[in-house]
């Protein structure tokens, strides 16, 4: 099950960065394709983006395109998302799974955009 083991989340300016970092529990992170997903209040989960077992493929929603950057470093079972130019529109939780994703959900870690 994978599992947010550093919560990188929290309060932010607008304009701000943070990085996000998500390891593996009790499974092989290196074998599968992740995704970082995110949901806001009162709004359906959505995907963020992703990066296949290599590392070189990525992919993003166009809403964080050049912003965003998804990472993994498969020697640490990690995989990172570094949010560039936070807006408020971004402030969400934000969760990583398996891309497709697994029933298997984390808690999740709170990110908040605000002045």
């Known amino acids: 099950q994978l599992q947010l083991v550093e919560p990188g989340g929290g309060l932010v300016q607008p304009g701000g960065s943070l990085r996000l970092s998500c390891a593996a529990s009790g499974f092989r992170l290196e074998y599968y394709a992740i995704g970082w997903y995110r949901q806001a209040p009162g709004q359906q989960r959505e995907w963020v983006a992703s990066?296949?077992?290599?590392?070189?493929?990525?992919d993003y929603v166009d809403s964080v395109k050049g912003r965003f950057s998804i990472s993994r470093d498969n020697s640490k079972k990690t995989v990172y998302l570094q949010m560039n130019s936070l807006k408020p529109e971004d402030a969400a939780v934000y969760y990583c799974?398996?891309?497709?994703?697994?029933?298997?959900w984390g808690q999740g870690t709170q990110v908040t955009v605000s002045s």
């Open positions: 990066v296949d077992t290599s590392g070189l493929i990525r």
């Open positions: 799974n398996t891309r497709p994703a697994s029933d298997s």
